[in-house]
Nanobody, 124 residues
């Protein structure tokens, strides 16, 4: 009943910017918290950022604070991840996720639905 589709993959140079999008089917934005996770080759999937819906709040991993911004457009059922001042260590497959919760969570198992992932590569 719920589908998440990411877009915005790309190759950028260090210090560059990129915006990812996650479009959700149905009306899950009514109750769901949305988040972004990422997974680099050979590493565990890690939390990046999340935004609440019923309670409008955000959370960020320390590694992206001040550089990444999560936002939503309710009319378009879309969540965005604006990434600025990108670093090579940001290179990963980025996943959109949704949780039936009022507040954002940084725990993977809290999320019920996942997108297929979109690749971000930061290299000179």
């Amino acid at each position: 009943q719920v589908q998440l589709v990411e877009s915005g993959e790309g190759l950028v140079q260090p210090g560059g910017s990129l915006r990812l999008s996650c479009e959700a089917s149905g009306s899950i934005f009514t109750m769901y918290t949305m988040a972004w996770f990422r997974q680099a080759p050979g590493k565990e999937r890690e939390f990046v950022t999340a935004i609440g819906r019923m309670i409008d709040s955000t959370r960020y991993a320390d590694s992206v604070k001040g550089r990444f911004t999560i936002s939503r457009d309710t009319a378009k059922n879309t969540v965005y991840l604006q990434m600025n001042n990108l670093k090579p260590e940001d290179t990963a497959l980025y996943y959109c996720a949704a949780a039936f919760a009022l507040q954002p969570s940084d725990v993977m198992r809290a999320y019920n639905y996942w997108g297929q992932g979109t690749q971000v590569t930061v290299s000179s």
